[in-house]
Each structure stands twice: as structure tokens, then as C-alpha cells.
């Protein structure tokens, strides 16, 4: 936390920040934070729903001062951060189509939601810059280096619709633990992975979260630079 606290003007979070979304473990992780002095804005993920206690760990988070965004925005010195959980449903002409089983049809629609929730999230902001926040991927290329079978569970192409729509400067999410570094969206948004297992074992020899520079728009003159850090805790 010291040294984000000396690299960045913000944190964002991925998801999984709990190992089984126990409130006792969201008490530990607020003890753990206690030193960050940046805002820290972070999304759930499926670690952080396992045990149905969403409303109450989101509580405990809240109160020490970290924005939880779950369809919705933050905006910091001229950043807005647009956040969602995402879900599950396989990428490209390989996605889950909503045929056949109840069952189905109903984990497509949830995945859809997610991508209508993370659109009305990018729409309400009005910042020079925007970025995405979310858990689960929105590209393939951002999972590539895990087991194929498990590419369907890893995230949906559906999430990346919103991001052409309402452009951003990057996009973060984490969950695959054993991806790739970074892709791009359609229109050449880079898209970052920052399952925190994955950037230790990638960059060994540095504490595990990426920085990102993006010009602070001044009303003073022209633009000066700053930055934004992301970080995955390990699941």
C-alpha cells in the first residue's frame, strides 16, 4: 500500500477481493487497506459473491471508504471509472446464444444485463477521460494461456459492446489468473488483465499492480500528467 500510495492517484480493484465472500474477510481486507491514502475503487467477483453475503460485504467495504461500483460510475480529477461485475458466456461466434434450456436462456440474459448495466454506467459519465472496470473478460485474447475448455467461464464478447459505443481509455478486469498481459478491443482499446497471480508471476521482481498515465485535463492550461494504478488481489 506504500508504494501505490507513492505511484498512483487512484486504485482500482478487479474483483476477488475475498477468498469466500465471508464479511470476517472484508473486515481483514479493511485492516489490510488501512495504510492506502488514495481513493480505492473496486468491482466484486464470483470469490466475492460465494457465499451470498453481497449486501453486507459491500457495507463493510463502503464504510471504510472504498467505492464498490456495480453498474455504476466514479469520477476522480477528471477520470470516470465505469464499473460492473460482467459474467460468464464464451467470446466471438463461439459466445452462448440463448437457445434451448430455461437454464440457459437465463444465464445468457444475465449476461446481457451485465452488458447494459456497464452501458448505462459509460453513459452517465461526462469526464475527459473514461476508463472500464470489471471482473470477468471482455476478450479472448485477455484469457489466452488458460485451459481452452474453461474459455467460456473466463467472460463474454457481450461486455465489449458497450466499450465501442461509449469509448474508453483502457479497460481492467482480472479472473484469468493464468491469461494473457494485455489485448485490444475491436477499436484498439488496450484491455489490461490484472489478475494479481498473473502480474506476479509476470513481473516477479516488482509488487504486483500496473500503473497507468493519463494527462489531467487543467483548467489552468494544458494538460499534466497523472496516473491511475490498477491492482488484482490474488483470489
Not at 110 to 139: C, F, G, Q
Request: contains cysteine.
Amino acid at each position: 500500500m506504500a508504494r501505490i500510495n507513492e505511484a498512483a492517484d487512484l486504485l482500482l480493484l478487479p474483483g476477488d477481493l475475498l477468498n469466500y465472500g465471508l464479511p470476517e474477510e472484508a473486515e481483514a481486507l479493511v485492516k489490510e487497506m488501512a495504510p492506502l491514502k488514495i481513493p480505492a475503487v473496486a468491482v466484486l467477483g464470483n470469490h466475492d459473491v460465494e457465499s451470498g453475503h453481497v449486501a453486507e460485504i459491500t457495507s463493510i467495504l463502503t464504510r471504510s471508504g472504498m467505492v464498490i461500483l456495480d453498474g455504476s460510475a466514479f469520477e476522480h480529477e477528471g477520470v470516470g471509472i465505469a464499473g460492473v461485475k460482467g459474467f460468464i458466456g464464451g467470446f466471438d461466434e463461439h459466445s452462448l446464444q440463448p437457445w434451448g434450456e430455461a437454464s440457459v436462456k437465463s444465464l445468457v440474459h444475465e449476461t446481457v444485463e451485465e452488458a447494459l448495466r456497464l452501458e448505462r454506467a459509460l453513459a452517465s459519465l461526462r469526464t475527459p477521460h473514461r476508463l472500464a472496470l470489471m471482473h470477468y473478460a471482455p476478450i479472448k485474447q485477455t484469457v489466452v494461456g488458460e485451459p481452452l475448455e474453461i474459455y467460456p467461464f473466463l467472460g463474454s464478447s457481450r461486455l465489449e459492446e458497450p466499450l465501442h459505443r461509449y469509448p474508453v481509455a483502457a479497460v481492467f478486469h482480472g479472473h484469468a489468473h493464468r491469461g494473457g498481459l494485455e489485448g485490444r478491443l475491436g477499436n484498439g482499446v488496450p484491455v489490461y488483465n490484472v489478475s494479481h497471480s498473473l502480474l506476479s508471476r509476470c513481473f516477479p521482481d516488482r509488487p504486483p499492480f500496473r500503473i497507468l498515465e493519463l494527462p489531467v485535463v487543467s483548467d489552468l492550461g494544458p494538460a499534466v500528467s497523472g496516473a491511475t494504478v490498477e491492482h488484482g488481489r490474488i483470489s
